[in-house]
C-alpha cells in the first residue's frame, strides 16, 4: 500500500474518530459472541485506534511498527485463547465496515473508505500471519507438555525404575523417555530400569531401534535395563521381522521384570501362606 494512501487512511481514522470507534467496537462484539467481555474488547480497540489515528498529519503517519506491533500482540493474545484466525481478523475488518455509513452520510468520500479499506485488509492479514506463528508455537508447546506427561519414569522399589510407553514411539517421543529415564537414574541412584511396552500397539524395526538407543542409554549410566510387556503378538511380529535384542532381558508383563530386578538386587520374593482360621 502506498505512503500517501497510509497517510489518508490515518487521517480518515484521526478526523472521525468518535463517530467510527463506538461503531467498531459494538460490531466487534457481535461477531464474537460473547467469547469476552466488552470491557476487554474496548480496551483492546480503544489501544489499537489510538496508534492507527496517532500522528496522521505529522511526519510519522506512515510509520506502523507501533500500529503492527498492537495487532500482533493481539493476535498472539487471541491465538493463546483459542480464537479462530478468522474470529481475530474479523475484529480488525469490522473497522472498515463501520466506516461505510459515512459514506453514505456525505462525511467521507468513496477514494478516502478505498483507503481506508486497504490499509484495515492489511491489518487483517497481518493478523494472520502473526496468528499462525503464535498458533505453531502454542501447538508446539503443547506438544512438548504431552510428550513429557506421557512418558513418566516412576520408581517400583528403592533402585528400580520404570518407564510405561503408551501409544507410538517415534524419534522426539525416543528422546524425551531418554532423557526422563537417564536423569531420574542420576537423582535415584537406581540400577535397574524396566521399559514396559504393554500399552505400545506395535513394534517395528523403528520401534526396536528405539528401544535399544534407550536401553543402550541406561546400560551406560550403569544400568541393568529389561524391556517388559512383550505379548504374543508382538513377540510373534519381532520374529517375522527379524530384529534382534542382543541380550537385552526381555519380560512377558511388568511383574514379571520386577520380580527379576528385585532377585538381582538380592530380594527374594515368595508367596505368604494364607493365614490359618
Not at 494472520?128 to 507438555?145: C, G, K, L, P
Not at 523417555?177 to 514396559?196: F, K, P, W, Y
Not at 527379524?242 to 511388568?254: C, H, N, Q, S, V
Amino acid at each position: 500500500m502506498a505512503d500517501d494512501e497510509v497517510g489518508r487512511a490515518r487521517k480518515v481514522l484521526a478526523t472521525h474518530q468518535e463517530q467510527l470507534l463506538p461503531v467498531w467496537i459494538d460490531m466487534a462484539a457481535s461477531r464474537l459472541r460473547g467469547r469476552m467481555t466488552r470491557q476487554e474488547l474496548e480496551a483492546e480497540l480503544r489501544t489499537l485506534y489510538t496508534a492507527l489515528a496517532s500522528d496522521a498529519t505529522g511526519p510519522d503517519a506512515n510509520t506502523l511498527d507501533e500500529v503492527r506491533s498492537i495487532v500482533g500482540e493481539l493476535s498472539r493474545s487471541r491465538a493463546r485463547q483459542g480464537f479462530s484466525p478468522r474470529e481475530t481478523a474479523a475484529a480488525i475488518t469490522s473497522l472498515r465496515d463501520s466506516a461505510v455509513p459515512l459514506v453514505r452520510q456525505g462525511t467521507v468520500s468513496v477514494d478516502d473508505l478505498m483507503c481506508v479499506s486497504k490499509f484495515v485488509d492489511d491489518l487483517a492479514l497481518l493478523t494472520f500471519e502473526t496468528y499462525v506463528t503464535a498458533r505453531e508455537r502454542v501447538i508446539a508447546d503443547q506438544s512438548e507438555q504431552l510428550l513429557e506427561l506421557s512418558t513418566p519414569v516412576v520408581k517400583l522399589w528403592e533402585g528400580v525404575v520404570a518407564v510405561p510407553l503408551v501409544g507410538t514411539l517415534d524419534s522426539a517421543r525416543t528422546q524425551v523417555v531418554m532423557e526422563n529415564l537417564l536423569q531420574t537414574l542420576v537423582d535415584t541412584g537406581s540400577e535397574h530400569a524396566i521399559i514396559d511396552i504393554t500399552g505400545v500397539a506395535a513394534v517395528d524395526t523403528q520401534v526396536a531401534q528405539h528401544l535399544l538407543k534407550t536401553v543402550v542409554a541406561a546400560r551406560l549410566m550403569g544400568a541393568q535395563c529389561i524391556v517388559s510387556g512383550i505379548r504374543p503378538q508382538i513377540a510373534q511380529t519381532i520374529v517375522a521381522l527379524g530384529i534382534e535384542f542382543g541380550d537385552i532381558i526381555t519380560k512377558a508383563t511388568l511383574a514379571d521384570a520386577l520380580i527379576l530386578c528385585l532377585r538381582n538386587s538380592g530380594f527374594e520374593v515368595t508367596r505368604r501362606l494364607p493365614r490359618a482360621n
